[in-house]
């Protein structure tokens, strides 16, 4: 499965961003979705997932309340709405997906180019 995510940019703190992922795959609505971010020098690390009917969803407790994300599988596309958004949520977001409802990394086979966000305070 080939993942293009879009929706990055420039935005100041308070300021709203949405990503989304757009999936090859004719299967997607098999798949379980994940946002991560990452920036220089550290790990990527765990934003939101949502399972493969979109009934379940979680997010890093960073994200909590500010973020949302979604998905339509006519489309074959996962959202992640981002609000009130902070200088520390800067990072290149990626998304990817997985056989396993799971927020680790390495189980995900399957990961987007990324997407720059930037936000300014």
């Known amino acids: 499965v080939q993942l293009q995510a879009s929706g990055g940019g420039l935005v100041q703190a308070g300021g709203s961003l949405r990503l989304s992922c757009v999936a090859s795959?004719?299967?997607?609505?098999?798949?379980?979705m994940g946002w991560f971010r990452q920036t220089p020098g550290k790990e990527r690390e765990f934003v939101s997932g949502?399972?493969?009917?979109?009934?379940?969803?979680r997010y890093a407790d960073s994200v909590k309340g500010r973020f949302t994300i979604s998905r339509d599988n006519s489309k074959n596309t996962v959202n992640l709405q981002m609000n009130n958004l902070k200088p520390e949520d800067t990072a290149v977001y990626y998304c990817?997906?997985?056989?396993?409802?799971?927020?680790?990394?390495?189980?995900?086979?399957?990961w987007g180019q990324g997407t720059q966000v930037t936000v300014s305070s």
């Open positions: 949502i399972n493969y009917s979109g009934g379940s969803t």
């Open positions: 990817a997906a997985g056989p396993g409802y799971t927020i680790v990394t390495d189980d995900f086979p399957r």
């Open positions: 795959e004719r299967t997607f609505s098999l798949l379980n």
